[in-house]
């Protein structure tokens, strides 16, 4: 096995075992970083496994593997940050919706207080 | 007689929101008024309240679209069965409100929108980007609905409860004005146009700026054509905002 094998993979176990490390102390959510978990194992895997990169590269038709690696570190960045944008999206739908809720329930408890912070209230008490 | 909320969206509106109140309560003495505070960093919610208007103050800036639609959720909510929303830069003018919930009355209409072309009318003058905007959105919706709308990108409007209904559960959260009334026409819902006029903006800065205009164009004729194809179906809002959108006993109105 060469050096730089085991340099990448043990990088790799390293990185896999910090994501687990941060989902145990809830700073990551396991549905955010399900993907990442996968990556990292995956990239120890091929990193003892460089033949499976070989295998895939011959599949695809590509003639470096290096390339290979390339392309499929690509799709795998594009599918993080496409399901990041899903997240936000819902993430910001959310926001949303609480930011109205809170609007709507100071106003409501400002009539019930009492205070006349509108023209309404007051007629509300005479 | 029926209850009408005056819906007033203002962001950093301090110079003008006071002006729109007060013509607004001469014009409609009977009606509430609402402003809603988009998160503005400058006094237009305290204004507003020395102004004696109802104020709902959102604490993160939603843009127009989600400030609008919190105004049509406490309207639903409170039992209205009318809501004007007049933008808060006293571009369009209050005395125009009685002619188009006339409007909304004799032509059984569910959405009346303000229009600055139609009739002649007015003297407004803008810039020709923003006529050819308008055209072009007018032209868009015709394509695709087979509706001619004349203004669609006017936030001078008058909804009846069917429309508040709608607009309490689903809003267009970000090109708020031509998206909505593509889903309005989608959803069966009436429209019809009055002119009114429309003056220069009094103060403040327009949410579009003049270089993006084109940017802004393309964003919108996006939006309004996924809101063409989009899988939600009107009776399924209706019924899940009908769950809880329940009317609400303690009304704001005398």
């Known amino acids: 096995m060469k050096r730089i094998q085991i340099i990448l993979a043990v ?31 995956g990239l120890a895997f091929l990193a003892v496994n460089p033949q499976t990169l070989q295998a895939l590269a ?12 390339f392309l499929a570190g690509n799709i795998f960045l594009i599918a993080i940050v496409f399901s ?39 007629n509300d008490m005479g | 007689m029926s209850k009408i909320l005056v819906a007033i969206p203002a962001y950093n509106e301090e110079e003008s929101v006071a002006t729109v109140i007060e013509q607004a309560r001469q014009v409609l003495p009977g009606a509430d ?17 020395e102004k004696q208007a109802m104020v709902l103050d959102l604490v993160n800036n939603l843009g127009i679209g989600g400030a609008l639609q919190t105004a049509y ?12 929303q007049i933008d808060g830069d006293g571009q369009h003018c209050p005395g125009d409100i009685p002619a188009m919930l006339k409007a909304l009355e004799d032509k059984e209409c569910d959405i009346v929108i303000g229009a600055r072309f139609i ?6 003058k803008s810039t020709s980007l923003r006529r050819i905007g308008i055209r072009y959105f007018s032209l868009l919706i015709r394509v695709l609905i087979g509706v001619q709308i004349y203004d669609p990108t006017s936030g001078f409007r008058a909804c009846g409860r069917a429309a508040i209904e709608r607009f309490a559960c689903n809003y267009p959260a970000d090109y708020a004005a031509v998206e909505s009334i593509v889903d309005c026409l989608r959803c069966g819902l009436r429209l019809c146009e009055v002119p009114v006029r429309m003056a220069g903006r009094n103060s403040g800065v327009s949410s579009i700026g003049r270089g993006r205009a084109v940017y802004y164009m393309v964003k919108v004729s996006l939006a309004v054509l996924f809101n063409w ?3 939600t179906k009107w009776s399924k809002t209706m019924s899940r905002g009908r769950l809880s959108y329940e009317k609400n006993t303690n009304n704001f109105g005398g």
């Not at chain 1, 176990?13 to 194992?41: D, H, M, N």
């Not at chain 1, 739908?93 to 209230?121: M, Y």
Request: charged share 25%; glycine share 8%.
């Open chain 1, 11 to 41: 990088s790799s176990l390293l990185f896999t075992f910090s994501v687990a490390q941060l989902i145990r102390k809830e700073a990551l959510e396991l549905k955010y970083s399900l993907l990442w978990l996968f990556s990292g194992l």
């Open chain 1, 58 to 69: 011959d599949l695809f038709g590509v003639v470096d593997r290096l390339n290979m690696l």
């Open chain 1, 84 to 122: 990041l944008t899903i997240a936000l999206s819902r993430a910001s739908r959310r926001i949303r919706s609480l930011t109205q809720e809170t609007a709507l329930l100071k106003i409501e408890l400002e009539r019930l207080s009492g205070k006349p912070p509108c023209n309404v209230s007051r």
């Open chain 2, 33 to 49: 008024i609402l402003v809603v505070n988009d998160g503005s960093t400058d006094r237009t919610g305290e204004t507003a309240r």
């Open chain 2, 73 to 84: 959720k406490f309207a639903w909510r409170n039992g209205y069965d009318v809501v004007v």
């Open chain 2, 119 to 124: 009739g002649g009318e007015g003297g407004y």
């Open chain 2, 229 to 231: 194809v989009k899988a």
